[in-house]
């Protein structure tokens, strides 16, 4: 990853990126870039963190603004012999104390309003790291990038397959987030390799646009960057936001034909496949990760394409296994399946699923839920100053993945909830999907279970209201639910991924953090 960029450039391939705004770490560097330039800032940010005193073995912590150039930032570090660790700036501050106390990097790659954000809240950023570098303005304490540009990096350092190559953090739904270590044998060989590959109908094509919406602080888009510059396509899309209206005219300046996108930005951007000659008129392929999307969110973006057969493919998986199954659907799928939350077979030659009791940890037939165990060659080597938990999650080869499913009759899974999250009353991703279904004015469910009484639903607005005799039609034939709240998107607690903090919310709105569940695996 450390040259991935110059060898693009070798290449001479010809893929132009455009972003919906300049790099934090070149605002005057436009938006559009080949892979020659690429390189060129990669190397640049190589001698910048060589120069604050970066080396082989130690560790380079990220925390900015969300944009590309964390993963360029990421490839800069593992150029010297050093490994990054991306942090999400939407992470709190004391949460962030937590992991660079575990990170003790030797560079903290930052910014001084990060500094500032976390100061305020009696986080003092700088005593965290041997050396901090802010890429924005000068700060107290810190090192201005400027005052390290020019420097020359060392020549691009190599490191074992099984050497830690990049750190990466969980969501972070249900506290904080674990720091996962991957190697370039679990993320690259495992999974990268297997994804750079021009299969039939969702393999890059060198005439394709690929756009993404993501958050490029977590794991999926370092392993997407590796895909999508060896792939060559015509022209890479960043989107760094969620403001539909703001990433219309670039979408529309380059239409996608292949799409990613966090759940989250889905749903924000759905506004724009109404609109007359709508930007995803040209889409092949939605990819969908990170967590669920439902069923009418799906179905706005396929009608929205004019491409006679497009797909939508989920992805289901962890920051620790990457992708473990997937599944496709399309217009006449959709409508078939209605709302049940299948995800799909395993990825074939590459995971095992296992359905077991988890009090006994012995299989369960098919039809009867059970805790999904995993296994992959793409597991991550640890959870950074975590070994005990992570080892806790093992089962001889098998990973505890901590979510609840069924096996079904053709060999798919369809998940119920996370364990920890679970309802005796049913599945609250199969409810949730029901709500979403029946309420058109829903941006998002979520339903809240709750030790010795019926799950709380929570509908997510534009404005935050929800009409009484709208809920009574939307939860006809469900199981028992209390009163809905209703709250506009902002009002939540969100993920990096914008993902809902069920905990916290849970927490927000009862008071008490308790679940039906035990959390073992979380």
């Not at 028992?480 to 991924?497: A, H, I, Y």
């Given at each position: ?5 110059d ?11 455009h ?7 070149a ?7 080949d ?5 060129d ?5 190589a ?6 005193g970066?080396?082989?073995?130690d ?7 969300n944009?590309w ?22 992470m ?15 560079v ?21 790291a ?5 890429s ?32 990466d953090?969980?969501s972070?739904?249900?506290?904080v987030?674990k ?26 094509r ?6 993404t919406?993501?958050?490029?602080a ?35 300046a ?34 969908s ?14 009608n ?12 289901w ?28 077979r ?9 359905l ?6 012995q ?11 995993a ?5 991550c080597l ?6 005990q938990r ?19 009759w ?18 609250c ?9 029946r ?35 939307a ?19 969100r ?28």
């Amino acid at each position: 990853m450390g040259v991935l960029f110059d060898e693009c450039a070798a290449r001479r391939i010809a893929t132009t990126t455009h972003l919906d705004r300049p790099f934090d770490i070149a605002p005057d560097g436009g938006t559009e870039y080949d892979a020659a330039a690429l390189a060129d800032l990669v190397r640049d940010a190589a001698g910048w963190l060589s120069a604050a005193g970066a080396g082989r073995g130690d560790r380079v912590a990220i925390l900015k603004d969300n944009h590309w150039d964390y993963d360029l930032l990421a490839c800069s570090a593992v150029r010297i012999g050093s490994v990054p660790a991306q942090l999400s700036a939407q992470m709190s501050p004391d949460v962030l104390a937590i992991l660079l106390e575990r990170l003790a990097p030797a560079v903290l790659m930052t910014t001084a309003g990060q500094l500032e954000r976390c100061l305020a809240a009696g986080v003092d950023l700088t005593s965290l790291a041997r050396v901090v570098v802010t890429s924005d303005v000068p700060a107290p304490g810190a090192v201005h990038v400027d005052q390290l540009r020019g420097s020359a990096g060392p020549a691009p350092q190599r490191r074992g397959d099984d050497e830690p190559l990049v750190i990466d953090h969980t969501s972070g739904t249900t506290g904080v987030p674990k720091l996962v270590v991957h190697s370039t044998r679990t993320i690259i060989g495992a999974l990268a390799r297997f994804e750079a590959r021009r299969i039939p109908k969702i393999g890059v094509r060198p005439d394709d646009v690929v756009a993404t919406a993501s958050s490029f602080a977590h794991g999926r888009t370092f392993c997407w960057t590796a895909v999508v510059m060896s792939m060559a396509p015509r022209e890479v899309v960043i989107l760094t936001g969620q403001d539909p209206n703001r990433v219309d005219p670039v979408l529309r300046a380059h239409p996608p034909t292949i799409m990613e996108g966090l759940p989250a930005s889905y749903v924000r951007f759905r506004p724009l496949t109404e609109r007359l000659d709508n930007p995803f008129r040209r889409v092949k392929l939605y990819i969908s990760t990170y967590d669920a999307v439902h069923p009418p969110t799906i179905r706005a973006y396929l009608n929205a394409s004019r491409h006679p057969g497009p797909l939508w493919m989920d992805g289901w998986g962890q920051t620790e296994t990457g992708p473990l199954t997937f599944r496709f659907h399309t217009r006449r799928s959709l409508a078939r399946r209605g709302a049940a939350h299948d995800v799909g077979r395993p990825v074939p030659v590459k995971t095992r699923l296992r359905l077991v009791d988890p009090d006994t940890f012995q299989p369960v037939r098919p039809g009867r839920p059970g805790l999904v165990l995993a296994r992959t060659a793409a597991r991550c080597l640890d959870y950074l100053g975590e070994s005990q938990r992570w080892a806790d999650k093992q089962v001889g080869k098998w990973w505890i993945t901590g979510d609840l499913g069924v096996r079904r009759w053709d060999g798919s899974v369809q998940l119920l909830d996370r364990e920890v999250d679970q309802t005796p009353d049913g599945s609250c991703l199969e409810i949730e999907d029901v709500l979403e279904d029946r309420l058109p004015e829903a941006l998002e469910c979520v339903l809240l279970a709750q030790p010795g009484k019926p799950p709380l639903p929570v509908v997510v607005t534009a404005d935050g209201t929800l009409s009484e005799e709208a809920w009574r039609r939307a939860c006809r034939r469900l199981p028992k639910m209390q009163s809905p709240v209703s709250l506009r998107w902002d009002d939540l607690p969100r993920t990096g991924t914008a993902k809902v903090r069920r905990l916290d919310l849970r927490e927000q709105l009862t008071g008490s953090t308790a679940t039906c569940g035990t959390g073992r695996w979380t």
